[in-house]
T-cell receptor
Framework: GAGVSQSPRYKVAKRGQDVALRCDPISGHVSLFWYQQALGQGPEFLTYFQNEAQLDKSGLPSDRFFAERPEGSVSTLKIQRTQQEDSAVYLC?????????????FGEGSRLTVL | DQQVKQNSPSLSVQEGRISILNCDYTNSMFDYFLWYKKYPAEGPTFLISISSIKDKNEDGRFTVFLNKSAKHLSLHIVPSQPGDSAVYFCAASPTGNQFYFGTGTSLTVIP
């Protein structure tokens, strides 16, 4: 597709469930980023991939969060044993170049609600 | 610790007038700055950027000013249009590293 595509758009999970969020970046984009945006806040960095390599995961809040991009295109963000504080919009972004020195193209986000 | 701050959560401006959105940062290693615009239920879209070697960048109705000594940047929109009503985020990055976003300013342009 022409833009960054994320699925599902909305996810409701019971506390303790595992969830998986998918991101299809723009074709050919080398860099891929995951951000978490809580209500009323700006996006907060979670992790960054350059092709299939996860170069920075310093923003992942706990070891319950795991991200992968095995073939350097589609990425999955997995959250295990979800908790209420995980409720947020998870944004995926991609960029053409290596590293965040250019424009980031964002998807529409996946809104996760943990009950 | 918020490294990028947008202290005005909201701003209202009459159509045709200038909108000025402000952003402050604390990390002197930041050398690349961007503004993003976000409509409800959509992801942020890129608006304009500036690197630390410049103090001004202009693109049509949008101009970004950077004051490195004050660690301050601002976005000017002139003339403001109703379609500009959105949440505006500023973001900063030390080259080759992650972006840090502010909390956003909700702009309302009144027809």
């Amino acid at each position: 597709g022409a833009g960054v595509s994320q699925s599902p758009r909305y996810k409701v999970a019971k506390r303790g469930q595992d969830v998986a969020l998918r991101c299809d970046p723009i074709s050919g984009h080398v860099s891929l980023f995951w951000y978490q945006q809580a209500l009323g806040q700006g996006p907060e960095f979670l992790t960054y991939f350059q092709n299939e390599a996860q170069l920075d995961k310093s923003g992942l809040p706990s070891d319950r969060f795991f991200a992968e991009r095995p073939e350097g295109s589609v990425s999955t963000l997995k959250i295990q044993r979800t908790q209420q504080e995980d409720s947020a919009v998870y944004l995926c972004a991609s960029s053409r170049g290596q590293g965040p020195t250019g424009e980031l193209f964002f998807g529409e986000g996946s809104r996760l609600t943990v009950l | 610790d918020q490294q990028v701050k947008q202290n005005s959560p909201s701003l209202s401006v009459q159509e045709g007038r200038i909108s000025i959105l402000n952003c402050d940062y604390t990390n002197s290693m930041f050398d690349y700055f961007l503004w993003y615009k976000k409509y409800p239920a959509e992801g942020p879209t890129f608006l304009i950027s500036i690197s630390s070697i410049k103090d001004k960048n202009e693109d049509g109705r949008f101009t970004v000013f950077l004051n490195k000594s004050a660690k301050h940047l601002s976005l000017h929109i002139v003339p403001s249009q109703p379609g500009d009503s959105a949440v505006y985020f500023c973001a900063a990055s030390p080259t080759g590293n992650q972006f840090y976003f502010g909390t956003g300013t909700s702009l309302t342009v009144i027809p």
